[in-house]
């Protein structure tokens, strides 16, 4: 099965940008759904973006429209996040996943989801 690693998190400052990777190792991504969630301090894991990886389809929590942007390498086997605009609200320990079949069409709870990166951590101060 693929195994996932995050990485591309830091301390930025209100407005910077970071760029979140999320490799994937032993099997190619092709027919995956790629989702990024994140879970901040006494907080549940939500939802964050998510990509197709055949038809590049994409998908974004209405609190990060606009301001992050889900791609892909197909070359690579990576996924990318790109995060502009960042608010102190965005804090939280970023992670990618995916479900343990191709051509599953998951919804946004953790839950669907079996294949876990372990997180990279984004700081926003104010």
């Known amino acids: 099965q693929v195994q996932l690693a995050e990485s591309g998190g830091g301390l930025v400052q209100a407005g910077d940008s970071l760029k979140l990777s999320c490799a994937g190792s032993?099997?190619?991504?092709?027919?995956?759904?790629i989702t990024w969630f994140r879970q901040a301090p006494g907080k549940e894991r939500e939802f964050v973006a998510a990509i197709n990886w055949n038809k590049e389809f994409t998908n974004y929590a209405d609190s990060v429209e606009g301001r992050f942007t889900v791609s892909r390498a197909s070359a690579d086997n990576v996924v990318y996040l790109q995060l502009d605009n960042l608010r102190p609200e965005d804090t939280a320990v970023y992670y990618c996943?995916?479900?343990?079949?191709?051509?599953?069409?998951?919804?946004?709870?953790?839950?669907?989801?079996?294949?876990w990166g372990q997180g990279t951590q984004v700081t926003v101060s104010s």
């Open positions: 996943a995916v479900p343990n079949r191709r051509n599953y069409f998951p919804g946004r709870g953790p839950d669907e989801f079996d294949i």
């Open positions: 032993g099997r190619s991504f092709s027919g995956y759904v």
